[in-house]
């Protein structure tokens, strides 16, 4: 503490361990013999020192060493302090600058540009609130599903024998935060307030051509989707009012997304005799501004705060040890099992794909409680370790075979809590929130050629982000402070896959349909948790 209690200095050091990002390969050929050529990929890491300051709102605590105290003077009971749940809509426009040379392509032509998305959000929001007088103080998270899409200018080109038209699509399919909030309260009724925090988009790009010969009726459609997690900054500024004098809250925001570059750039040139490219791919940063209406529940006592003489009231008894509020950690353990349903092209007229797995899971959770007499309010968040792992079934066509297999390492979500207590000593509650998983995509590629044997394994490690729901129940262990819970989970990841739609007159190049799927994951849990007493 610097010596006023409310203002703290830290130093900390913090070890990250971000696994494998890169590929792992091997490749072995027995015909015509060749050594393995094996490729590693290691496991990333950083550590960091940083030293840091910090504000703390409140009056510092004093532990009480008796059941009975005298009670303070009585305060007025606070508008907004509490957990909240609601949901929220609204509009999006986005730019996402960048400029793709079509000469890298093998085209002489132009540039396609980048896009400047826009469409409707809407989902639900959670959080919780603490007030210091007119000062409010918060931490929310949010999840929206969205429609924010644009499309690029059509970019002609032509190649030998033939033109053609290529254009970028893109579209953000979800959008998520984590922040948090500080305000003030211009009047008991009314939160002005800033909130800036972590930022997740689950984003499409689509990169379509279009070919038509120049000596004959032939044309070819191509259009391939590329699906990835971007994640970055927020920031933004809202209002709040109390409807009437209920629990209800009706806000209005604007909030600012900041995700960076999402594209490759670089300069390229070459040049040789009857050949020559000197371009520049360009990537800017891709933004998104959103403007949304929303309407929050919470709970708590109802009413906005009143101005009331001050008063002394009898210090209520000592709450028992054996109650839900508190903050709490434990471990878990199950099972899982995950459905990966996509079906992409692998050569000819071969589609591989349809992953389905299983197996163990185990790991660890905190969280804390807010008890409203049988109604329980929580945020919690857990990381697993797992063994869910499964595979394709193995594809063939020609002398090629290829299998591919998925392994979920890691699973981790940050949820919101709502239950309600039958009994003294039972929970039973729903919950919801964030979910990632980093799974290993593996594909085993094997040359049957009696000429050319080979196999070539590789390892790609993935991100996945998305949404989990689920519910559960808990019950104290005896008189302890011991919690012992059972609970199911459902993990939705959407579209994971890249995926490509080919149209073709050509007898020698067939139409083809790729398939995206979605990817869920379910789960059964049992676990304990020990709960610390308010």
């Given at each position: 503490m610097l010596g006023s209690p409310n203002w703290i200095g830290r130093i900390e050091y913090l070890h990250y361990d971000l696994g494998q990002v890169a590929t792992a390969s091997t490749s072995t050929q027995t015909i015509p013999p060749r050594a393995p050529a094996i490729s590693t990929a290691g496991s990333q890491t950083i550590d960091v020192v940083r030293a840091g300051l910090s504000y703390k709102f409140g009056e510092p605590s004093n532990i009480a060493s008796v059941p009975y105290a005298k009670a303070p003077i009585?305060?007025?009971?606070?508008s907004w302090a509490g957990f909240y749940l609601g949901g929220h809509g609204g509009y999006g426009w986005g730019d996402s600058p960048s400029s793709l040379p079509l000469v890298l392509f093998g085209g002489a032509g132009g540039a396609v540009e980048g896009t400047k998305p826009k469409g409707w959000v809407a989902g639900g929001h959670f959080g919780y609130n603490w007030q210091y007088n007119r000062f409010v103080t918060g931490l929310e998270i949010d999840l929206s599903a969205a429609d924010i899409k644009g499309n690029s200018n059509p970019a002609a080109f032509t190649i030998p024998g033939a033109t053609g038209i290529a254009a970028i699509d893109e579209k953000v399919k979800y959008l998520g935060t984590v922040r948090g909030r500080l305000g003030w309260l211009p009047a008991d009724s009314v939160l002005l307030y800033g909130t800036a925090g972590l930022a997740w988009e689950r984003f499409e790009r689509g990169f379509a051509t279009s070919i038509t010969s120049t000596t004959g009726p032939e044309t070819e459609g191509n259009r391939a989707v590329g699906p990835s997690d971007r994640f970055g900054w927020v920031a933004g500024v809202g209002g709040e009012v109390l409807l009437g004098s209920s629990n209800w809250i009706g806000r209005l925001e604007y909030l600012h997304y900041d995700f960076g570059h999402i594209n490759d750039s670089g300069t390229f040139a070459v040049s040789q005799p009857g050949f020559s490219i000197n371009a520049v791919q360009t990537a800017g940063r891709q933004t998104i501004d959103v403007v949304r209406a929303g309407a929050s529940f919470k709970f708590g006592p109802a009413g906005a705060a009143v101005a009331t003489p001050a008063m002394y009231a009898k210090a209520p008894r000592m709450l028992p040890l054996q109650?839900?509020?508190?903050?709490?950690?434990?471990?878990?353990?199950?099972?899982?099992?995950?459905?990966?349903?996509?079906?992409?092209?692998?050569?000819?007229?071969?589609?591989?794909?349809?992953?389905?797995?299983?197996?163990?899971?185990?790991?660890?959770?905190?969280?804390?409680?807010?008890?409203?007499?049988?109604?329980?309010?929580?945020?919690?968040?857990?990381?697993?370790?797992?063994?869910?792992?499964?595979?394709s079934l193995p594809v063939t066509s020609g002398f090629l075979s290829e299998t591919l297999s998925d392994n979920v390492k890691y699973l981790g979500t940050v949820r919101g809590r709502l239950g309600w207590t039958p009994a003294g000593n039972w929970l039973l509650y729903g919950t919801g929130g964030l979910a990632w998983e980093r799974v290993q995509r593996s594909s085993v590629d094997i040359s049957l050629d009696p000429g050319f044997t080979r196999t070539l394994i590789e390892d790609r490690p993935r991100d996945h982000f998305g949404w989990v729901a689920g519910a559960g129940v808990e019950s104290f262990i005896g008189s302890s402070n011991w919690i012992a819970r059972l609970e199911y989970l459902h993990y939705d990841f959407g579209t994971v896959e890249s995926t490509t739609v080919s149209t073709s007159n050509v007898p020698a190049e067939p139409s083809r349909t790729d398939r995206g799927g979605r990817q869920t994951i379910e789960t059964v849990r049992a676990g304990v948790s020990y709960k610390f007493t308010p």
């Amino acid at each position: 503490m610097l010596g006023s209690p409310n203002w703290i200095g830290r130093i900390e050091y913090l070890h990250y361990d971000l696994g494998q990002v890169a590929t792992a390969s091997t490749s072995t050929q027995t015909i015509p013999p060749r050594a393995p050529a094996i490729s590693t990929a290691g496991s990333q890491t950083i550590d960091v020192v940083r030293a840091g300051l910090s504000y703390k709102f409140g009056e510092p605590s004093n532990i009480a060493s008796v059941p009975y105290a005298k009670a303070p003077i009585a305060a007025p009971p606070s508008s907004w302090a509490g957990f909240y749940l609601g949901g929220h809509g609204g509009y999006g426009w986005g730019d996402s600058p960048s400029s793709l040379p079509l000469v890298l392509f093998g085209g002489a032509g132009g540039a396609v540009e980048g896009t400047k998305p826009k469409g409707w959000v809407a989902g639900g929001h959670f959080g919780y609130n603490w007030q210091y007088n007119r000062f409010v103080t918060g931490l929310e998270i949010d999840l929206s599903a969205a429609d924010i899409k644009g499309n690029s200018n059509p970019a002609a080109f032509t190649i030998p024998g033939a033109t053609g038209i290529a254009a970028i699509d893109e579209k953000v399919k979800y959008l998520g935060t984590v922040r948090g909030r500080l305000g003030w309260l211009p009047a008991d009724s009314v939160l002005l307030y800033g909130t800036a925090g972590l930022a997740w988009e689950r984003f499409e790009r689509g990169f379509a051509t279009s070919i038509t010969s120049t000596t004959g009726p032939e044309t070819e459609g191509n259009r391939a989707v590329g699906p990835s997690d971007r994640f970055g900054w927020v920031a933004g500024v809202g209002g709040e009012v109390l409807l009437g004098s209920s629990n209800w809250i009706g806000r209005l925001e604007y909030l600012h997304y900041d995700f960076g570059h999402i594209n490759d750039s670089g300069t390229f040139a070459v040049s040789q005799p009857g050949f020559s490219i000197n371009a520049v791919q360009t990537a800017g940063r891709q933004t998104i501004d959103v403007v949304r209406a929303g309407a929050s529940f919470k709970f708590g006592p109802a009413g906005a705060a009143v101005a009331t003489p001050a008063m002394y009231a009898k210090a209520p008894r000592m709450l028992p040890l054996q109650t839900w509020a508190g903050f709490y950690f434990g471990a878990h353990a199950g099972y899982g099992w995950k459905d990966n349903d996509f079906s992409t092209h692998f050569f000819n007229d071969a589609f591989v794909g349809g992953i389905k797995s299983r197996g163990w899971l185990g790991g660890g959770h905190a969280g804390y409680n807010w008890q409203y007499a049988r109604a329980v309010a929580g945020l919690e968040i857990d990381g697993s370790a797992t063994g869910i792992k499964g595979s394709s079934l193995p594809v063939t066509s020609g002398f090629l075979s290829e299998t591919l297999s998925d392994n979920v390492k890691y699973l981790g979500t940050v949820r919101g809590r709502l239950g309600w207590t039958p009994a003294g000593n039972w929970l039973l509650y729903g919950t919801g929130g964030l979910a990632w998983e980093r799974v290993q995509r593996s594909s085993v590629d094997i040359s049957l050629d009696p000429g050319f044997t080979r196999t070539l394994i590789e390892d790609r490690p993935r991100d996945h982000f998305g949404w989990v729901a689920g519910a559960g129940v808990e019950s104290f262990i005896g008189s302890s402070n011991w919690i012992a819970r059972l609970e199911y989970l459902h993990y939705d990841f959407g579209t994971v896959e890249s995926t490509t739609v080919s149209t073709s007159n050509v007898p020698a190049e067939p139409s083809r349909t790729d398939r995206g799927g979605r990817q869920t994951i379910e789960t059964v849990r049992a676990g304990v948790s020990y709960k610390f007493t308010p």
